[in-house]
């Protein structure tokens, strides 16, 4: 019993391949009074052509002898294009109900048989996409890729930089990392300094024990002081929360080599604790 992989002329048309490039875009709405401008992106509608019209039809073989003669049993499994090898794992091309049916008749479980299939053409698919790494589209995804993956990265540093959501990211940049709102960013910025400053004093007079002689004296009788009876709003928690990562940021001992900060961070870490962070 063997595995035969047979070369055939495709007769379906090629799908079309990656697209040539990444294209941008700009949406421009109003929630309320306020207007914003949000940088998009997608694929672009010209794509690459692809030229190789090949399939290969894959088959299992079986020779036994019946009344003194050979007899030949054989079943199609599946046939898969050129490009299909590229763009999936075989596993993902097969039927898995054919794939028990055809065990059953052959008299072998599902697994070796799906061994034997992977057996045979994985050579071949490894050579195929060896191939496709010399041709332009193979090149021009894995810039897109490349360019997708920096875009993904650049968000969330921006989201931890300055303590906001991911997708404020686009109202200043787009994917190719180009600043197209100046004025949007000074104000994230802006925003990010007035909070930080906010946290700060009030946890500098939070651990110095004066919140009530200050600014804060107003938030007294709230349960942001109330600390041991956790009676806390969950719009509360989220504002607690954010003072803790900044703060946990600003003092934490990695990010401040050469200034003892133990002492916040213990302070912190029980305001966390009295928070129920």
């Known amino acids: ?32 009074e306020v207007t914003k401008t949000k940088n998009y992106h997608s694929n672009s509608s010209e794509r690459f052509e692809r030229p190789i019209k ?9 020779s ?31 039927i898995h109900s054919r794939i028990e049916d055809i065990a ?23 050579h195929i996409n060896k191939e496709f790494e010399t041709t332009e589209e193979y090149h021009a995804r894995v810039e897109q890729r490349n360019i997708i993956d920096i875009y993904m990265k650049a968000k969330d540093s921006f989201a931890k930089k300055y303590n906001v959501d991911s997708d404020e990211y686009d109202y200043c940049y787009n994917v190719f990392g180009e600043l197209t ?5 000074n104000k994230i910025k802006e ?44 719009d509360e928690k989220k504002k607690l929360n954010s003072f803790y990562k900044v703060l946990a940021k600003k ?16 302070l912190l870490n029980k305001l966390k604790e009295d928070w129920s962070l």
């Open 1 to 32: 019993m063997f595995i035969v992989v047979q070369e055939v002329a495709l007769k379906k048309q090629n799908t079309y391949g990656t697209s040539k490039y990444i294209e941008t875009s700009q949406m421009t709405f109003t929630i309320g």
């Open 54 to 62: 090949k399939a290969y039809k894959i088959s299992i073989h079986k």
């Open 64 to 94: 036994y002898r019946e009344s003194g003669k050979v007899r030949k049993q054989q079943r199609v499994i599946a046939t898969v294009d050129y490009y299909t090898l590229i763009d999936f794992w075989i596993g993902d091309c097969l």
């Open 104 to 126: 059953k008749c052959f008299s072998v479980s599902s697994d070796e048989l799906y061994n034997m299939i992977y057996e045979k053409i994985e050579p071949l698919s490894e």
């Open 181 to 185: 709102n100046e004025e949007y960013l």
């Open 191 to 234: 925003q990010y300094k007035q909070k930080s400053s906010y946290y700060e004093d009030f946890f500098n007079n939070y651990s110095k024990g004066s919140y009530s002689n200050n600014s804060y004296s107003n938030y007294n009788s709230s349960s942001y002081f109330n600390l041991k009876q956790n009676n806390y709003t969950e």
């Open 251 to 266: 003092f934490h001992p990695d990010l401040n080599p050469g200034n003892d900060t133990t002492e916040e961070m213990q």
